[in-house]
Nanobody, 124 residues
């Protein structure tokens, strides 16, 4: 599976951005998908994930109520709608995937496929 992320950019605090990730392959619907991010000088952290079978979603606490992850299996796309952005959301965001993942959605080691990253910068 190859992942291509897009949608990053510069936005003021309180604004919104929508990240998209398009996956190659014909079995996209069998892949759990997610987003991680890494801010300058910080460790990579889990942001959100969506399961492949139930559509269940998972979020890190700091983005709950502000970010929404969704998927469109017909378009092989997973999206991350980010609202009420804060300067601390500034990071490179990575799209991730793995086949039939059923647990540990918030662990980077759970995903074998990573996109190239897209930079999100939130100014204060």
């Amino acid at each position: 599976v190859q992942l291509q992320a897009s949608g990053g950019g510069l936005v003021q605090a309180g604004g919104s951005l929508r990240l998209s990730c398009t996956a190659s392959g014909r079995t996209f619907s069998h892949y759990g998908m997610g987003w991680f991010r890494q801010a300058p000088g910080k460790e990579r952290e889990f942001v959100a994930a969506i399961s492949w079978n139930t559509g269940s979603t998972y979020y890190t606490d700091s983005v709950k109520g502000r970010f929404t992850i969704s998927r469109d299996n017909a378009q092989n796309t997973v999206n991350l709608q980010m609202n009420s952005l804060r300067p601390e959301d500034t990071a490179v965001y990575y799209c991730v995937a793995d086949r039939a993942i059923t647990r540990n959605f918030n662990r980077a080691q759970s995903y074998n496929f990573w996109g190239q990253g897209t930079l999100v910068t939130v100014s204060s």
